[in-house]
């Protein structure tokens, strides 16, 4: 997997056909986007519906960016498991395009999945502890499952909980302009 910098991937965007396609949820690529960047979010890229004949050598890459690299590093992995050559991850994404100065297309303020995480965790530990201390003493292990999840998610750098709330409906929101 190739990583590329925003600058070098903006440029070519001024001069020729460049395959971008942004992994985040819907409501995150509304609310910030690069202009021309197609939006099909990673839980529901269908690596089987890209060409065949994207796999070969001669073809141009294709562009994958997210919020901070994560994601697109994901889908990079993915199409090279499934004999893609050409794939390139922006460095940094969506983040260091806007560091970088460059131009983005914006929208409506969302709240960011990384947020709802930490509201959503925050509100299952404070309900255990409440329910656990007033109720029953088994809901104690709802803040402990919780806790569990967050230390999962930071050793392995996925969320179970991010990818249930990306489903949600307020983050399936599907927008004109959005693929």
């Not at 991850?89 to 969506?94: E, K, P």
């Amino acid at each position: 997997m190739q990583e590329i910098s925003p600058e070098l991937v903006s440029e070519r965007l001024q001069h020729q056909l460049v395959e971008l396609i942004d992994v985040r949820t819907p409501m995150e690529y509304h609310e910030l986007h690069v202009e021309g960047a197609r939006n099909i979010p990673l839980d529901s890229l269908d690596f089987s519906r890209l060409s065949a004949t994207r796999k070969g050598e001669d073809t141009d890459p294709i562009y994958f960016i997210c919020r901070s690299g994560v994601r697109a590093t994901k889908a990079c992995e993915k199409l090279i498991d499934q004999g893609f050559e050409k794939v390139c991850m922006i460095h940094g994404g969506v983040l260091a395009w806007e560091a970088a100065g460059l131009p983005l297309v914006r929208g409506k303020k969302a709240v960011s999945l990384e947020r709802q995480v930490r509201i959503a965790a925050g509100i299952f530990i404070l309900l255990g502890v409440l329910l656990g201390s007033t109720l029953n003493l088994a809901f104690f292990g709802l803040s402990a499952f919780v806790g569990v999840g967050l230390i999962v998610a930071g050793i392995t750098d996925s969320c179970a909980m991010g990818m249930l709330l990306a489903k949600m409906p307020w983050n399936r929101t599907v927008l004109r302009g959005s693929s």
